[in-house]
């Protein structure tokens, strides 16, 4: 409810949504330099991604390399990234979550 019944200040509003908009890319900068690991077969397996998905490292350990068996290092591979990009997911939710809410709901194009 708008006080004395007026008009909304659509100065104070522009402000806000520029605001949200800085607080918006600022949190999208900080993810996107923000690292963050998920590992498979018992960490014989580590992938590194950014806060934004962007895959960065993988490291693998020798115990896990078979000549014999390459399907399941394959395997170790994809679950660790995954387990990585799941990591990256639950930080946006958490950096970016209530910005989105702020905004009156999801942001078209994030995750949630």
Partial sequence: ???GGG???????LQQAQKMQQDLA???EELARTE?????GGGLVKATVTGAGELRALVIDPK????????TLADLIV??????????????QQKLGPL???????????PF
């Fill in 26 to 28: 600022k949190a999208q």
């Fill in 64 to 71: 896990a390399v078979d000549p014999e068996d390459t399907e």
């Fill in 1 to 3: 409810m708008i006080p």
């Fill in 79 to 92: 679950a660790a990234v995954q387990a990585a990009n799941e990591n990256a997911q639950n930080l946006q």
């Fill in 100 to 110: 989105a809410q702020g905004l009156g709901g999801g942001i078209p194009g994030l």
């Fill in 36 to 40: 963050v690991e998920g590992q498979a």
């Fill in 7 to 13: 008009q909304p200040n659509m100065q104070q509003l």
